[in-house]
């Protein structure tokens, strides 16, 4: 708490002689020092609140006036309201006990460059709106691809290039674009209903999303069964046969989505294979490594992505395991100009010389929206302040914590590992007395809320082969081997407790 009349100092601040103040340097000085005093606290604590919140719905409107205040308030007041009404509705990415779906990284270097992106606050659609936003945004594209050996096609030195966008749905979405209105213009454009798109049952729903707003029909969406014996993994075998059914009906395959790192359980679709059927057959190859592509940049995990050269696009969120804060997802095309002309608009207000003249890169033809962030600020600040050898050590050490956790549940014969665990990802099931799937999964249902409901630690699930499996994924920034042992016997004592009253 802060005296009266240091509240009435913040008041002042933002409201003088009746006067609104919106951008005053002493005032963001002044107030910025103060947020980020308050951000560092919460990090200092962050383990000190439920890692999943555990409020129930609508508890916010209860704690909150119905309309918006007609005097300013001070900025005290406004913390305090989200140290007592905020934090409990917020569910704890950030903290070392968070190990559900996949991580979102947040760290300094991040921080520092969302901080700057919101400073300078442009809008960079066209290169006239900020060049250094364009230019820097191809510059630090092409360190990471070349830190995740891709093939040169894939920097903007030649005819691709890479681009950032807020979301993996997002690039996959622009790439299916791409890949539709490219084969569209060959076949011509009434031959929609045909186009068929192939990905197996572990893809993220994000391309499904895509092909409800590209137009491609749901009965054209080829979801490909996986099971145990591949791994979960896209057979070759499977995607060739549906190719030829479809070629044989006359359906026009366009497009595959192959996964690095499947958000069930990791699993690592045969790209070399698959990518010479999509290219014998003239389909669009996008590939998917969202969360698995960071670990990547490591000689010993690069071998993930051999095959990419087959790519036609490629993806990873950096926000993800990559220590940059959300939004931040790296596509790199082969071909840009497919990109630039299914998403380009060129309307009289936004002509300039530069762009007219083919002169420079505009990231609005790249993009669904119009305007963007600067956003390549993050991914500069975090490869520059750690630098890839520490950005590796990063990864390897929460590979190995996972490694670690996976041979603690092999220690325990009531436990079993369901899928092998490729990255920092482990998917584990309690095994039941009883050899019924019903009652496992029902038995580890209640695991996961008894676990989840003490906010000591945030697991997920998933569901393969009919077996409802918990996911334990290792990669907030702050997790450490305590943290992963810890939860592992908050695990056992949970399970040890249900066991003794099923
Ligand atoms: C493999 C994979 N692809 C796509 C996505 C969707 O990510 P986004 O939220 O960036 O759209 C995820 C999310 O976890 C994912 O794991």
């Not at 996972?402 to 369901?418: M, P, Y």
Request: net charge negative; charged share 20%.
């Amino acid at each position: 708490m802060i005296c009266a009349c240091e509240n009435i100092y913040v008041r002042f601040l933002f409201y003088r002689e009746g006067e609104l103040k919106p951008m005053d340097a002493e005032q963001l000085r002044e107030c910025a020092h103060k947020m980020v005093d308050f951000i560092a606290d919460y990090y200092k604590n962050i383990e000190n609140f439920p890692v999943l919140s555990q409020v129930q719905p609508g508890y916010l409107r209860e704690l909150l006036p119905d309309s918006a205040p007609s005097r300013p308030e001070p900025l005290q007041d406004v913390l305090d309201d989200v140290q007592e009404k905020i934090f409990p509705g917020v569910t704890h990415w950030q903290s070392p006990e968070y190990f559900a779906y996949f991580p979102s990284n947040s760290s300094v270097a991040g921080f520092l460059g969302e901080m700057l992106s919101a400073g300078i606050n442009m809008v960079g659609f066209s290169w006239i709106t900020s060049p250094a936003a364009t230019e820097l945004e191809m510059i630090v594209l092409d360190w990471l691809a070349k830190a995740l050996k891709l093939p040169d096609e894939f920097l903007s030195t030649g005819q691709g290039g890479g681009v950032i966008q807020g979301t993996a749905s997002e690039a996959v979405l622009v790439v299916l674009l791409a890949a539709r209105d490219k084969v569209l213009r060959r076949v011509g454009r009434d031959a929609i209903g045909k186009l068929v798109v192939y990905s197996s049952d572990q893809t993220h729903s994000a391309l499904q999303k895509a092909c409800k707003i590209g137009g491609i029909h749901p009965e054209n969406c080829r979801v490909l069964k996986t099971d145990s014996s591949t791994e979960y993994a896209l057979s070759p075998e499977l995607l060739s046969e549906a190719i030829s059914q479809d070629v044989a009906s006359g359906s026009i395959p366009f497009f595959l989505c192959a996964t690095v790192g499947t958000t069930s359980s990791t699993a690592v679709d045969p790209l070399p294979a698959l990518g010479k059927i999509a290219n014998s057959n003239g389909l669009w190859f996008h590939v998917d490594a969202a969360y698995a592509g960071s670990a990547c940049i490591c000689l010993e995990f690069r071998h993930y992505i051999d095959g990419v050269e087959e790519a036609d696009s490629f993806n990873m969120n950096a926000h993800k395991w990559f220590l940059t804060n959300f939004d931040c997802s790296a596509l790199w095309v082969k071909e840009r100009s497919a990109l630039i002309q299914s998403l380009s608009t060129n309307p009289e207000f936004l002509k300039n010389k530069a762009s007219q003249d083919n002169m420079v890169v505009d990231y609005k033809d790249w993009q669904i929206p119009l305007g963007r962030r600067f956003r390549s600020l993050k991914l500069w600040m975090v490869l520059r302040l750690y630098g890839l050898e520490n950005l590796r050590a990063y990864i390897r050490n929460h590979i190995e914590l996972a490694r670690k956790f996976e041979e603690l549940i092999k220690l325990d014969q009531r436990f079993e590992v369901v899928a092998p665990r490729n990255f920092s990802l482990v998917c584990f099931r309690l095994l039941p007395t009883q050899n019924d799937v019903e009652c496992a999964n029902r038995l580890n249902r209640k695991l996961l809320d008894a676990v989840n409901s003490t906010g000591e630690l945030f697991i997920s699930h998933t569901v393969l082969s009919d077996k409802y499996v918990l996911r334990f994924a290792v990669g907030a920034p702050l997790t450490e081997e305590r943290h992963v042992v810890a939860a592992w016997k908050m695990i056992q004592e949970k399970a040890s407790a249900l066991l003794m009253n099923s």
